[in-house]
């Protein structure tokens, strides 16, 4: 029993670096998991305090980037609040007509069209959906980097007790 639990929660550690590309999927919420489970398991002594504390920091960022990021890059652009929460919604609804770039084209075309109908500025709406997008592919790049930092630092930690 203990063995299958060991594979899933590296199952989940690698589901979470996995996640982190996939839109709407938890990838540091999926690592955090993994981590816990096999804390759990192992009777709460693996992996060791300070790397469990690590990890669930690194986890709880993943977490900050993957629901904050898009909104602070947006509104670095100049993008309102209500224009990123209808960007956000528009994104996903047509990630799930068309996939990832559904997700890009929808925030872009929304920050942009809305942007511009509120202010009247091509440019200013202009820059603020690059910004919105950006923050969006940054934000993935960001998730995956510490997602596999938890996964390494797990294994790590885990190989060495």
Do not use: K
């Amino acid at each position: 029993m203990v063995d299958a639990g060991i594979v899933l929660a590296v199952a989940l550690l690698v589901g979470g670096v996995l996640g982190t590309v996939v839109p709407l999927v938890p990838g540091g919420a999926l690592s955090l998991a993994g981590v816990y489970l096999y804390w759990w398991l192992s009777g709460f002594t693996a992996p060791g305090t300070i790397a469990l504390v690590v990890l669930t920091l690194l986890g709880l960022v993943t977490l900050f980037v993957e629901l904050f990021a898009g909104s602070i890059a947006a509104r670095a652009g100049g993008a309102s609040w209500v224009t990123t929460g209808l960007a956000a919604v528009v994104g996903i609804v047509l990630m799930f007509a068309t996939g990832p770039l559904g997700l890009l084209l929808g925030l872009f075309g929304t920050v942009f069209v809305v942007e511009y109908l509120r202010a009247g500025d091509l440019n200013r709406s202009t820059q603020s959906a690059i910004y919105a997008t950006a923050g969006i592919l940054a934000s993935t790049a960001i998730q995956v980097l510490l997602t596999v930092s938890i996964l390494c630092g797990f294994l790590v930690s885990v190989a060495v007790q």
